[in-house]
């Protein structure tokens, strides 16, 4: 983490942890999980899509995610269409992290 503090130990309270890459991220429940790991200058995207891609719309799913160990909850439908599409298998634990809202601990990795 950027800061030298977690944010759970400035705030008082248990948050969920993103490990991804060899490393582990702190975050507000219900945020976006693309939006994390960029704030934390870590991407889900790979190679050109770092710079193509369509800033979290899940018109290019580009930010697809295999969740390892957490929960994967339910899918949007524009996220089931898009995934069905794309160059992932759509099985539950793939998402796109523009869509994903995080609620508990979770470890993920590229599909």
Same mark, same amino acid.
């Given at each position: 983490?950027?800061?030298?503090?977690?944010?759970?130990?400035?705030?008082?309270?248990?948050?969920?942890?993103?490990?991804? &890459? *060899?490393? $582990?991220? @702190?975050?507000?429940?219900? /945020? %976006?999980? !693309?939006?994390?790991?960029?704030?934390?200058?870590? =991407?889900?995207?790979?190679?050109?899509?770092?710079?193509?891609?369509?800033?979290?719309?899940?018109?290019?799913?580009?930010?697809?995610?295999?969740?390892? &160990? *957490?929960? $994967?909850? @339910?899918?949007?439908?524009? /996220? %089931?269409? !898009?995934?069905?599409?794309?160059?992932?298998?759509? =099985?539950?634990?793939?998402?796109?992290?523009?869509?994903?809202?995080?609620?508990?601990?979770?470890?993920?990795?590229?599909?």
């Amino acid at each position: 983490m950027r800061n030298e503090l977690k944010r759970s130990e400035l705030v008082g309270t248990s948050m969920p942890t993103i490990s991804y &890459d *060899g490393e $582990t991220y @702190e975050c507000e429940e219900g /945020e %976006r999980l !693309r939006d994390v790991l960029l704030e934390n200058g870590a =991407s889900p995207h790979t190679g050109i899509t770092n710079q193509l891609n369509c800033n979290g719309h899940a018109t290019c799913g580009t930010c697809a995610v295999r969740i390892t &160990d *957490g929960q $994967t909850g @339910e899918a949007t439908g524009i /996220e %089931r269409t !898009r995934l069905s599409v794309a160059r992932h298998d759509d =099985s539950a634990s793939v998402r796109l992290a523009c869509q994903y809202e995080v609620e508990t601990d979770m470890t993920i990795e590229q599909p």
